[in-house]
């Protein structure tokens, strides 16, 4: 059994493959001081609750954009799992795809293993668009090779710039409105349309703007929490995967193991 551990900017997400499937799935706050002991607690409690037994994990990867967890989650694989995990990005886990940017090493490990999961699903060019701390775009070639993007702040980190720099907008909730109006009769209301509508109005636009650089064809695969509600507006994405960072991750321990 593959444990994949996704550690983003706001999130850890662990979770447990089984024949290719994700069997179970858990997400805790990012915190870099949380020590390996602290996760162990956390996760055994969890696999205990499921009736899984930690000696049936027998390979772990990790990803992470947050260099300062990397050592607290290699603590958490060896000492309580017993298992060298597999970095993703390194040694037998190499994304083992083009990097075609002026700095490689500076693609966040969450945006070339989502290109690498990518490209192994689908066929032909494709323009990658992952809702997370940051919205981020990227474009992959037919050949799986990584092109280049765009990073974008993500929409609650606008909300929260908005709500945080003005005295009298209060908080609201990221949700589709529910007036097909653009013309707000109250603050919530105009919040929501602006925030949202908005952000629908920046994906469309970039994702035009990188078709017609590409030049050909490409499907826009959507992942992240937010991709199954920009999905309910219409035909912005071809293709919405939330878990494929993950599957990426086991596709490249797959080839670890091979």
Known sequence: MLLAIDAGNTNVVFALFEAGKILARWRIATDPRRTGDEYAVWLLQLLEIRGIDRTRVDRIIISTVVPRALHNL?????????????????????????????????????RAVNAVAAHEKFTGDLIIVDFGTATTFDAVDFNG?????????????????????????????IELPQSKSVIGRN???QMLIGVFWGYVAMIEGLITRMKAQIGRPAKVVATGGLAVLFDKVGDLFDAVEPDLTLEGLAVLAERAAS
């Open 74 to 110: 290699d603590v958490l694989s060896r000492s309580y799992f017993g298992i060298e995990p597999l970095i993703a990005g390194q040694g037998n886990a190499a994304y083992a795809i083009d990097i075609d940017v002026d700095e490689p090493r500076s693609l966040g490990a969450d």
């Open 145 to 173: 090779a990584y092109k280049g993007g765009i990073i974008a702040p993500g929409i609650n980190l606008s909300l929260d710039a908005l709500v945080g720099n003005t005295a009298m907008l209060p908080r609201i909730a």
């Open 187 to 189: 603050t919530e209301d």
